[in-house]
């Protein structure tokens, strides 16, 4: 009875709990739309504040500017009307630093000319008497002095009356002179000291700037709260993260997921603790707080962390570690701790943070020490995630392509305490994820996807998507109904290597070239055992490269033998030897061929060991998994020992190059009647290039001869090249 009683009180307390955190909700989003709405209002009523404060500078600067009817005058001009006793009225404009006024017509009469002398006049001036030499020499200075006179000749006045202005500096010299001038013609002189221009200028230079800078920045701040379009991301300086109001689950399920079975049941653990986090509060149970995704780009990483919150059925948040990355110091840490408070307010719900090394990356490297600000947000990070309690039902997922970069803080038990490995597909997890998206595309019933599948090893969930996309594209673009196998199969080579070049014509030197490097490669991979895993031979261009053998990745396999990478080596040094052996020297079409055997040979030599030069020894420092785009360098070696390790590799492609040449030598046949095929047809696949390889023994002894002899101290003595027989 007492325990009946308990379970029905527990049963009320719920009830209660529930009902109050529904009034709760409620009275938190009536309290958002209200502030939605007041919001909005102060928007416009600001918007429409700053167009009249723009109105008003626009008119201030109108009425200050300088307005006056007439002609503008020189001060010289000035002068002369002065002179001449015309100016009427002079008006001074103290704020405008102008003199308007009129002037009247000419007032003054002009002087009479002299009415020509008689000859005793004449004779005075300049005749000749008894003093004749000294009254030519008057006359002559008196000439002289015309002369000059004329040469400076007097301002002239304006003609006529009318209306004038000048503009005078800002002097009280030059007013004062200005004064005097007019005053001294008789003018009727006037100062307008234009008060009201006064005024209006110290409004329009500091009250009106101040006041729309005000507005602008009030109107910001609105916007920025009420998220209002492109403005209101201006002010997100504390905000971060899709999902703001935390209401929308992810539709996304562990349905749409394939090819990662290993982190989907890691996951489902997290989806039962967002169920019922209580559950393991009443047991004791700490439930992963954090769980970090990685592994190479495209592997889904994002797409299991949309499924999880579509399980749980609780609200996704997503954001990107650079978007915490801010120069404003403090920004970075003001947007964790917003980002936090907002899943709190909702919680159960999950945190995605992709990309998170850029946010998360191992202290003490950054300029300005302690004080950096990526430095601080990662701080703030922590803190957040250790304020997190079993109940709360918030789970912070993390996905990176970089986990050795991450600080170790972020990794520890209690933050980041799951880590899970989301690697590319297997062969069945390819085939699931070509089933997904092949889901509601017409597939021809003749497509069989476990066939490409195998075709398409190592490739991610991302590079399988678009393999379906570029095939339903091919088939757009030839007008079938249907996605076929050939539409499939120029997918994969598409996604491979890129489209067809047509545009690229070869002459026919250069097909000749390409298609003698591309059967060299067939007939040493047949050679060698690897027949089966041949499916296309081609010499047409496709994207920076000229022709391609299509030979199937053995990315699937785990383990590798010294041998089996040896293969690989002599295959790609076999275009190269067909090129010399048939035409005498080789081409650049073998660059991405000398690449490839080249950093397969420093592996064997430098990263696993292999070879019986240099011993059991990692020569090569790699910090970063080859996956993730690391670069292996060398770690601390001697000046001796990194000359060997040279030598060791030239000795490999040396060996290599060998092999295959006596291959080929010895099939010259079918590589002869592969290239003429190729010339011809220009893509040989499927039957017809079995067909072509099934007369080629398999010779394993080339595998055994890099790495067997010896001398006396142990150093591998190279084997002496075979005789070579054949054909030339």
């Not at 202290?363 to 950096?372: A, I, L, P, T, V």
């Not at 990526?374 to 392509?401: H, K, P, W, Y």
């Not at 070869?506 to 390409?514: G, N, V």
């Not at 047809?681 to 055994?704: F, Y």
């Amino acid at each position: 009875m007492a325990e009946g009683s308990t379970k029905s009180a527990g049963a009320a307390l719920s009830t209660v709990r529930k009902r109050y955190e529904d009034y709760r909700l409620r009275r938190r989003r009536k309290g958002k739309a209200k502030g939605r709405s007041t919001g909005r209002r102060t928007t416009i009523a600001l918007i429409v504040l700053v167009l009249l404060l723009f109105g008003a500078f626009a008119a201030s600067l109108n009425y200050l500017t300088p307005t006056s009817v007439g002609e503008e005058i020189s001060i010289d001009e000035l002068s002369a009307l002065a002179d001449e006793k015309r100016i009427e009225v002079a008006e001074f404009r103290d704020e405008d630093n102008r003199l308007v006024g009129t002037y009247a017509a000419t007032s003054i009469a002009p002087a009479e000319e002299e009415p020509e002398g008689d000859d005793e006049t004449k004779g005075t001036g300049g005749g000749k008497d008894d003093n004749g030499g000294a009254a030519s020499a008057g006359g002559e200075a008196g000439k002289n002095e015309g002369d000059e006179a004329a040469e400076e000749e007097p301002s002239k006045a304006p003609v006529g009356s009318g209306q004038y202005w000048l503009t005078y500096p800002s002097s009280d010299a030059a007013f004062g002179v200005l004064a005097e001038l007019v005053t001294a013609a008789g003018a009727r002189v006037t100062v307008d000291p234009q008060t009201s221009k006064s005024i209006v200028r110290a409004v329009s230079t500091y009250l009106l700037p101040l006041l729309i800078l005000a507005s602008f920045f009030g109107l910001l701040f609105t916007a920025g709260k009420g998220g209002g379009g492109a403005i209101g991301e201006v002010m997100t300086f504390g905000t971060i993260g899709k999902g703001k109001k935390g209401k929308t689950a992810s539709a996304t399920t562990f349905k749409d997921v394939g090819g990662a079975e290993e982190a989907v049941i890691e996951l489902k653990e997290v989806v039962d603790y967002l169920t019922n986090p209580k559950r393991y509060d009443e047991i004791g149970a700490v439930p992963p707080k954090g769980v970090l995704l990685f592994g190479p780009p495209g592997c889904g990483k994002t797409l299991l962390a949309k499924a999880v919150a579509g399980e749980a059925g609780v609200p996704f948040f997503s954001v990107a570690g650079a978007e915490f990355v801010e120069s404003l110091v403090g920004i970075g840490a003001a947007r964790v701790r917003d980002l936090f408070a907002r899943v709190r307010a909702v919680a159960p719900a999950i945190v995605f943070i992709d990309e998170l090394d850029a946010a998360g990356r191992k202290r003490g490297h950054g300029e300005g020490g302690g004080s950096d600000e990526r430095e601080q947000t990662l701080n703030q990070m922590l803190v957040e995630m250790d304020g997190f309690e079993v109940s709360s039902g918030i789970v912070v997922i993390g996905a990176t392509n970089r986990p050795d970069i991450l600080d170790p803080a972020l990794l520890r038990p209690g933050r980041f305490d799951r880590h899970i490995t989301v690697d590319q597909p297997d062969g069945a997890g390819r085939c699931s994820i070509l089933e997904l998206h092949a889901k509601g595309k017409p597939m021809a019933k003749t497509v069989d996807l476990r066939y490409i599948a195998k075709r398409t090893p190592g490739f991610s969930g991302a590079d399988l998507a678009n393999v379906i996309n570029e095939a339903a594209l091919l088939t757009l673009r030839e007008k079938k109904p249907e996605i076929e196998t050939p539409e499939l199969e120029e997918a994969i080579q598409r996604v491979l290597h890129g489209p067809k070049r047509r545009g690229r014509v070869l002459t026919p030197e250069e097909e000749r070239r390409a298609a003698f490097h591309e059967s060299g490669h067939a007939v040493v991979a047949a050679a060698l055992g690897r027949a089966d895993d041949l499916h296309r031979v081609s010499i047409l261009s496709r994207s920076r490269g000229i022709g391609g053998t299509g030979l199937d990745r053995q990315d699937d396999t785990l383990l590798l033998t010294r041998n089996q990478i040896f293969a690989r080596v002599v295959v790609a040094m076999s275009g190269m030897a067909a090129e010399e052996m048939v035409l005498g020297e080789p081409s650049t079409g073998a660059e991405h061929d000398l690449e490839q055997a080249t950093d397969l040979a420093r592996d064997i030599v430098g990263r696993y060991g292999m070879s019986p030069a240099l011993g059991r020894a990692r020569l090569l420092a790699s910090d970063v998994d080859q996956y993730l785009g690391g670069d292996s360098g060398f770690s601390n070696l001697s000046s001796q020992t990194h000359v060997e390790f040279d030598n060791e590799v030239r000795r490999l492609l040396a060996e290599a190059e060998s092999q295959a040449r006596r291959l080929l030598e010895a099939n010259r046949d079918v590589l002869d009647e592969m290239s003429e095929r190729l010339e011809v047809e220009e893509t040989l696949e499927g039957a017809a290039l079995a067909e072509l390889l099934r007369d080629v023994p398999r010779d394993d002894a080339v595998l055994a001869g890099a790495f067997s002899a010896r001398d006396g101290n142990g150093a591998v003595t190279p084997r002496r090249a075979p005789q070579r027989t054949g054909k030339k």
